[in-house]
């Protein structure tokens, strides 16, 4: 199958991508063939998901949205369309250089009023904009994580310091250390 998964949440996320309600069940789910929304009511907002298969890996690629109100475009982790706040049709692009498959979330928020979003892509051999969604593909990459084993560092005499890695799909965070005196 191909598309992006569009699941529709209730509420404004106020440009907030940690927005509560994306961590609950959506209030409707649909598999999209292109992103290419209308007035759907007030006060929603959309998580449409997938990974992108760039025809040509190592060349840049060029996402574009055009919404009222609030879209985001974020691939492997990083914002890469910022068309935030509240407004009427504004349209926003941003590029990145892909190497493989990479997962691309879009984030759209309506509050009131109008309301509207379309997402198209270009890069590679792809010249022009395209809504197309057939190098796209719903889910999420499957990347083998291996597995952590526990690490004691020696800090000194009556002294040892351990700790974990913890590392989340777009998240590093420095390990988390203790100090005591061994008994």
Same mark, same amino acid.
């Given at each position: ?22 961590? *609950? ?7 999209? %063939? =292109?992103?290419? +929304?209308?007035?759907?009511?007030? $006060?929603? !907002? @959309? /998580?449409?998901? *997938? ?7 190592? %060349? =840049?690629?060029? +996402?574009?949205?055009?919404?009222? $109100?609030? !879209? @985001? /475009? ?110």
């Amino acid at each position: 199958p191909f598309g992006l998964l569009a699941r529709k949440y209730n509420g404004y996320f106020n440009d907030d991508l940690s927005f509560g309600a994306f961590n *609950g069940q959506p209030a409707s789910e649909k598999t999209v %063939k =292109e992103v290419n +929304f209308g007035d759907e009511g007030s $006060d929603y !907002s @959309y /998580v449409i998901s *997938g990974v992108f298969h760039p025809p040509q890996p190592g %060349k =840049e690629y060029t +996402f574009k949205t055009r919404s009222d $109100d609030a !879209s @985001y /475009v974020v691939v492997n982790g990083k914002i890469v369309v910022n068309n935030k706040h509240l407004h009427g049709m504004v349209t926003k692009t941003g590029s990145v250089k892909l190497d493989a498959p990479a997962e691309v979330k879009i984030y759209f928020g309506e509050r009131g009023g109008g309301a509207g979003l379309k997402f198209e892509w270009k890069g590679g051999s792809q010249r022009s904009y395209t809504d197309r969604l057939g190098l796209f593909t719903p889910g999420a990459l499957s990347i083998p994580v291996p597995s952590c084993k526990p690490v004691t560092v020696e800090c000194g005499k009556g002294c040892e310091l351990s700790g974990t890695w913890s590392v989340t799909p777009h998240e590093r965070r420095a390990p988390t250390l203790s100090c005591g005196a061994r008994r």
